[in-house]
Nanobody, 127 residues
Framework: QVQLVESGGGLAQAGGSLRLSCAAS????????MGWFRQAPGKEREFVAA????????YYADSVKGRFTISRDSAKNTVYLQMDSLKPEDTAVYYC????????????????????WGQGTQVTVSS
């Protein structure tokens, strides 16, 4: 069993930055692909970014490409989402998720690829 705990959310101004962290329990974290998703009020949860087990490949939604960076530190059992040039439309609850497959199983953007989810952290961007 893997438990995921997100942190680092909060309030930021447009153009500002935040860094989200996702701390994972469990010895097999280093072999899991990881992803970040978000859900804005009144909208469905959507893919944001993903990273394979060794950090060799990363994937981004078009809406965040060039502004967000996903990374991981397996020694700390933590995955990060650095968010720069924030926009009001980035306001959402952000969730991290773990896929037991090292390279991602069914597709990085598919929520059913992921086996474990965190509780989410709120990010609010003011204009």
């Amino acid at each position: 069993q893997v438990q995921l705990v997100e942190s680092g959310g909060g309030l930021a101004q447009a153009g500002g930055s935040l860094r989200l962290s996702c701390a994972a329990s469990g010895r097999t974290f280093s072999r899991y692909a990881m992803g970040w998703f978000r859900q804005a009020p009144g909208k469905e949860r959507e893919f944001v970014a993903a990273i394979i087990w060794n950090g060799g490949n990363t994937y981004y939604a078009d809406s965040v490409k060039g502004r967000f960076t996903i990374s991981r530190d397996s020694a700390k059992n933590t995955v990060y989402l650095q968010m720069d040039s924030l926009k009001p439309e980035d306001t959402a609850v952000y969730y991290c998720a773990a896929d037991r497959s090292p390279y991602g199983s069914r597709g990085h953007e598919r929520q059913d690829s992921y086996n474990y989810w965190g509780q989410g952290t709120q990010v609010t961007v003011s204009s």
